[in-house]
């Protein structure tokens, strides 16, 4: 019942998605941010700062892209090596999902562990499989990639501020990032009452920054209810993970009879070699690490590998390295 679209829906009004303006004055901002954060794991951003006419050149390129044969978009195609660029068979939580994607990286090449064995200290370089075709795809998506990213840090710097750190506390993690993009098309679907775009999930990575069509569709979970996200094709969605001072808020996406829906995410992730711990700062006697240390690259790698089929067990997740209380 869990992955079934109409239970526990909230009704549409009284509890909405914060939306904070990033313009004007820092202070307010961080505030915001933080108490979003807290309360929701989950917020949107108007005035970001991302030029509106590349948000609808990308939802372009992208349904170019999605219309094409389904042999032209195969030519793009992730594998069981390359984890990035089409793909039309993703489960989330072992439930196929209603949609198709194209991943591609931040940085062109990127390293990453050639194996999920911890004791395998080898690395291999990944690139973007770009399409040929559309023939402005690939410049549309770096451009818009490149400023994303731009946001992406400067809410990271924005969620440091608001926790109490220097506003640079994190970006060193950064530097090597394996940062990477998923454009998300979610076809009509005939059985939309019974079928999810993408099923329920908390993001893996510090940071989800997720631009949305007017289709709708976006829900995040709230005190046990699905609250729905108003869509805005000019607002960006925000997701935050952290040590439990922050909320990670579980979402999914319905999908719609008649209409498709584009969404596109930058997941926002460290370099290869990063240990994703509790930071010191944000722990004390009082307020133990509430997960164990884990090398990111490794998550990657385990993640990928077990993303193309349907497993006896649930993909790995984060909070597989929970402490138990
Ligand atoms: O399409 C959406 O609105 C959500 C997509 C999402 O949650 C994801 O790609 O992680
Ligand atoms: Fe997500």
Redesign the pocket.
Known sequence: MENRPNVNVAAIGPEEVPVIDLSGDIERIVEEVGNACKEWGFFQVINHGVPLHLLEAMKETSKEFFDQPMDEKKKAKRDEVNPVGYHDGEHTKNVRDW?E?YDFLIDDSTLIPASPDPDCQELRTITNPWPENPSQFRVVCQEYAGEMEKLAFKLMEIICLSLGLPGGRLKGYFEEQTSFL?I?H?PPCPFSDLTL??GR?K?FDFL?V?A?DDVG??EVKRNGKWVP?KPDPTAL?I?VWSNERYKSAE???VVNGEKE???I?L?LVPSHHVMVKPLEELVSEKDPPKYLPYNWGKFYATRNRSDYKKQNVDNIQIHDFRVPN
Request: charged fraction near 20%.
């Open positions: 949609k994607v998923r998300n979610y775009g993408c999930h993001d989800t997720l949305q569709g976006l996200v969605i997701n979402h999914r996406a829906r584009y969404s995410a997941f």
